[in-house]
């Protein structure tokens, strides 16, 4: 789909921080509220805007941290279908976090999210590894998160402010 | 007994003035919980590549002088850089000097330019720096004021106006600190004719090169005729975000760059080594950090004028720099009042605008180089002071406008 720079540049207002009033993104775009609000339904039914998800670093949240897990899926395709049908029906499963057909040594990449390794194993060994035509899976625990979407993940904030209150 | 030290003091010297945001750091440092729009500096670290390749460079051992006008190598970069973005050719091997900052390479041109007596001209406001360099290096500084009636731009026939047979040069600098005027090619064009019919010099600080946001950008030197009479000033601190590394630039016809390279040699030898390698990697890879650093400050720029005006403090729109420059007259303060009394009552710093010159007087400057979030809340307490001041906020503001 082709968009206008208008567009363009609500899209990327948003992008940045999705809470950020109407009124205000009007007045960064140059562009009249209704606009934006047009513009931002237009891009939801088109699914160019797929959802407002926050990123939380829940591994700072006691009782929380999630266990996540890559895993390398070698698969037979199927004839017609190649990989689709398979990832189609993988991605399903909810505890899927995403899912990549990947060129190289294997062929589905996914990330799986848990609350226990357990819970991942068995998701792994019972789910998984049964469906026909997974012919292996490799699986990677993941140990730290130093940057996510874009977002890096530190305690060491970069975003400090470190100028003086005043300068030429 | 101490020493009558007024006597050994340089005349010169003494009568510099201290400058009026130094007295507005000591308020606002002192004070806790402050949301400062009183920064001249990108809110942006230094792109990462950019920190990388300087701590490379120190881990391989890059610790030693460079050639005095900087590395041949960054030079290099530097002039097909002026060259590509600007459209403006210089010679690497003797054109150009790398210095400390873009303050450095004025205060090199002043000296290397000035005798006892003669005048320059600088467009109020203006940077706190150019009127002291001037004074600095002999010259008198002669002050051309601008308003906002036409967005804070010089006009060619302001400039005639306060040309005296002493004048020697002027200073200007487009995008501005602190009003943001830009001036466009046709602007420069008309005041080319006057600076070439007095046969005038011209330091053109262009620091602000890089955050242009509704035109781009014309350098003077690019301008027919100029480029023979234009020093050109830049460097890395904005548009590269790169203000603690103390790196800038200047290029030149080779007989001012001579000059300016003795001054140069005998007071700093170099700019630092390691901090060159950043520099190489800042204009070879980094140009698209540059450019959505431009986008982040356009559209704040939107913003805050937008906000400014419907809160009825008039605000044109600058079309470059980080730096808004509304009034503040409709409170009935002085700039010095407005901007000490928002800090006590608020918390927010500004920079009152008489210290960028008289013309200044009755304004104030915000810095857009702040997140969004930041700027939301400085905006609404600024409202909330404006009206505690009884002033009126403008209902009717019209929703859609082009920047002018
Ligand atoms: C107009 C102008 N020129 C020059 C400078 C100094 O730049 P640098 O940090 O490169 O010395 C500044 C910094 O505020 C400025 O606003």
Known sequence: ?168 | MSLEYNRYLSQTAKELQPSGIRKFFDLAASMEGVISLGVGEPDFVTPWSIREAAILSIEQGFTSYTANPGMLELRQEITSYLGTRFGVKYDPTNQVIVTIGASQAIDLAFRAILNQGDEVLIVEPAFVSYAPLVSIAGGTPIAVATSPVNGFKVTAAQIEAAITENTKAILLCSPNNPTGSTLTKDELLEISKVLKKHDLLVVSDEIYAELTYDESFTSMASIEGMYERTILINGFSKGFAMTGWRLGFLAAPKEFVEVMLKIFQYTTMCAPNMLQHGAIEALRNTYHEVESMRNSYRRRRNFVVQALNQMGLDCHTPGGAFYVFPSIRATGLSSEQFAEELLMQEKVAVVPGHVFGESGEGYIRCSYATSMPQLQEALKRIQRFIESRGVNPKKDTVECHTPS
């Open chain 1, 1 to 168: 789909m082709r968009l206008s720079s208008e567009e363009i540049e609500i899209l990327k207002i948003i992008e940045e921080n999705h809470k950020i009033s109407v009124e205000t993104i009007a007045s960064m775009a140059l562009c009249s509220e209704e606009t934006v609000n047009q513009t931002i339904e237009k891009l939801e039914q088109a699914k160019i805007i797929m959802s407002y998800p926050t990123l939380i670093d829940w591994s700072k949240v006691e009782g929380h941290e999630n266990v996540v897990a890559m895993i390398d899926v070698k698969v037979t395709p199927k004839r017609g279908v190649g990989f689709d049908e398979v990832a189609g029906r993988i991605s399903r499963f909810s505890e899927v976090s995403s899912l990549y057909l990947m060129s190289g040594a294997y062929d589905l990449s996914i990330t799986v999210e848990g609350k226990t390794m357990n819970q991942i194993a068995t998701f792994v060994s019972e789910k998984l590894s049964t469906i026909e035509n997974v012919v292996s899976t490799t699986t990677h625990f993941m140990l730290k998160k130093y940057k996510h979407d874009g977002v890096i993940f530190s305690s060491d904030n970069e975003d400090k402010d470190r100028r003086m209150v005043v300068t030429p």
